[in-house]
């Protein structure tokens, strides 16, 4: 079974700087897409960054990128999500993510529709 788990959230001045962190279990990372997603009150879920083990190619959402960077320990099976530059608009709960490859052939997809964690708060302040 699939588990995920996110922490390393909180409360953050605009301008400031968070590492998120997600341990995994009961897959492959050969395997899997794995990253994060977020959402906020009244708002649909959005991808925010997305690494494939395929190739190891990463990919940002437009309205982090520049800003935050993904990057994973593979013998800890950890994944970090390093947020810069904090908005008050990136305040969301971010979930981590993981679905398989040969699925879908897209970094995005295996993510949306493969299985999520609880997520962990981010708030930040204007």
């Known amino acids: 079974e699939v588990q995920l788990q996110a922490s390393g959230g909180g409360l953050v001045q605009a301008g400031g700087s968070l590492r998120l962190s997600c341990t995994a279990s009961g897959f492959s990372f050969d395997d899997y897409a794995i990253g994060w997603i977020r959402q906020a009150p009244g708002k649909d879920h959005q991808g925010v960054s997305c690494m494939s083990s395929s190739d190891g190619s990463t990919y940002f959402d437009e309205s982090v990128k520049g800003r935050f960077n993904i990057s994973s320990d593979k013998v800890k099976n950890t994944v970090y999500l390093e947020m810069s530059s904090l908005k008050p608009e990136d305040t969301a709960v971010y979930h981590c993510?993981?679905?398989?490859?040969?699925?879908?052939?897209?970094?995005?997809?295996?993510?949306?529709?493969?299985?999520w964690g609880r997520g962990t708060q981010v708030t930040v302040s204007s």
């Open positions: 993510a993981a679905g398989p490859l040969r699925a879908y052939g897209h970094c995005w997809l295996s993510l949306n529709f493969g299985s």
